[in-house]
């Protein structure tokens, strides 16, 4: 059974730094490019960032190039994102998810597994 749990979201204030992580089980981790996705209410999920099977390729949305770092540990099977400087709009629950594909994908249709989700919020 492949799971995916995220943990690490919180209420913040805006300037502040939270770091989420996203533990994957049940799949075969090394093997899987990773990617973080938001919602906020009433939008579309979007993608936020991704990284490549060995780590070497990461992918940012424009709005948090500079401020978000992703990572990942494969001897941990375990996928983080930094989050610095975050903004109200930054606010949404936070999704990890799981995809076969070697290039990062940056459409939710081509991951395979999904995490519950973590919830951020980001106080003015």
């Known amino acids: 059974q492949v799971q995916l749990v995220e943990s690490g979201g919180a209420l913040v204030q805006a300037g502040g730094s939270l770091r989420l992580s996203c533990a994957v089980s049940?799949?075969?981790?090394?093997?899987?490019?990773m990617g973080w996705f938001r919602q906020a209410p009433g939008k579309e999920r979007e993608f936020v960032a991704g990284i490549s099977w060995g780590g070497g390729v990461t992918s940012y949305v424009d709005s948090v190039k500079g401020r978000f770092t992703i990572s990942r540990d494969n001897a941990k099977n375990t996928v983080y994102l930094q989050m610095n400087s975050l903004k109200p709009e930054d606010t949404a629950v936070y999704y990890c998810a799981a995809s076969s594909r070697i290039v990062v994908a940056r459409t939710p249709f081509l991951y395979d597994d999904w995490g519950q989700g973590t919830q951020v919020t980001v106080s003015s």
């Open positions: 049940g799949r075969t981790f090394r093997a899987s490019s």
